[in-house]
């Protein structure tokens, strides 16, 4: 069995996109989970009444089909790289060296879904009702409702179809999703950290950037003492040089730097431009997006010390 696979600490986007590409494909594939699946995930399944995919054995794989990741630091360990036959993805490209050639699709749009949206359409396939639903889903989930600058005329345009065939409108579902999304109650603080949290390497800095979207900041900020000795703990573990939380506010289209040392401040100082609070909170006004607007600055920063 070949297995289709999304990143570590896996979003609705990394498990709708393996779901709905094993889907595609067919016969010999199977979608696997790539961790555990955040609420907002548990949801969307629940909702269509579909199984989300398990974890499988990765060493019992004949091959792999990453979705919505290339970079070695968010594969899942025991991914053998020798058996990787394809990549769809929506990511920069993170220097992937592999000792044959692959297919992949990789496409600046908002979302891997829309690229999985598209394969149906190019090859003349009808999406199945709960598919469409799901896969809008991952696209409203990735592009915040189409409010992220990552969001791309295609993924409007494909969103407008999936509407029609899932029967809901994308407001109707946002709204669901969002609400989802923002549920902290019985989550260990760890588990808010790294429910969407990414690792990633740069001129020698090894950086962990958590992300939490919500619809309503204020009970997050409220944990910010348990947020910091969280991140300490976190920085440890993980062993990264900084690390960085950003609790994003959905719908006024900002989000809170959580900075806990120095050392962060310094770096997003630098990279952002913005003032430090006294609470150690810089406010970074119309930024939403890890991918385009939290990481490229950070990353500028890097090369320039
Ligand atoms: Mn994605």
Not at 97 to 107: A, G, K, Q, V, Y
Not at 134 to 153: G, K, N, V
């Amino acid at each position: 069995m070949k297995y289709v696979i999304g990143h570590k600490n896996p979003d609705t986007d990394s498990i709708v996109s393996a779901y709905c590409l094993a889907e595609f494909l067919g016969d010999g594939y199977k979608a696997c989970a790539s961790g555990n699946l955040n609420k907002e995930t548990c949801f969307i399944f629940e909702k269509v009444k579909m199984t989300p995919p398990q974890a499988l054995d990765l060493n019992k794989a004949e091959n792999y089909v990453l979705v919505d990741h290339n970079f070695d630091e968010e594969m899942m360990d025991g991914i053998d790289k020798d058996k990787i036959e394809a990549i769809y993805d929506h990511h920069r490209l993170g220097g992937l060296s592999l000792r044959s050639p692959i297919h992949t699709r990789i496409e600046p749009v908002g979302c891997t879904a829309t690229i999985i949206a598209k394969l149906y359409r190019e090859a003349k396939k009808k999406i199945p009702k709960r598919i469409a639903e799901i896969l809008l889903a991952a696209i409203l989930s990735d592009t915040l409702e189409f409010r992220s600058p990552t969001t791309s005329e295609v993924d409007k345009e494909i969103a407008k179809e999936l509407e029609l065939i899932a029967g809901i409108s994308c407001s109707e579902l946002a709204s669901k999703l969002f609400k989802a999304k923002s549920d902290i109650a019985g989550m260990s603080i760890e588990e808010v950290l790294t429910a969407d949290f990414k690792e990633f390497q740069h001129y020698g800095t090894k950086i962990g950037f958590g992300v939490f979207e919500t619809v309503d900041p204020k009970p997050a900020l409220k944990k910010k003492e348990e947020i910091l000795e969280g991140l300490a703990d976190l920085r440890k573990k993980e062993n990264v040089d900084l690390i960085f939380f950003a609790i994003v506010d959905i719908l006024n289209e900002n989000a809170y730097l959580i900075l806990l040392s120095d050392k962060e401040k310094e770096v997003a100082i630098k990279a952002y431009g913005f003032k430090v609070g006294e609470d150690g909170i810089m406010e970074l006004p119309g930024m939403v997006s890890r991918k385009k607007q939290f990481n490229p600055p950070i990353l500028k920063t890097l090369e320039n010390v």
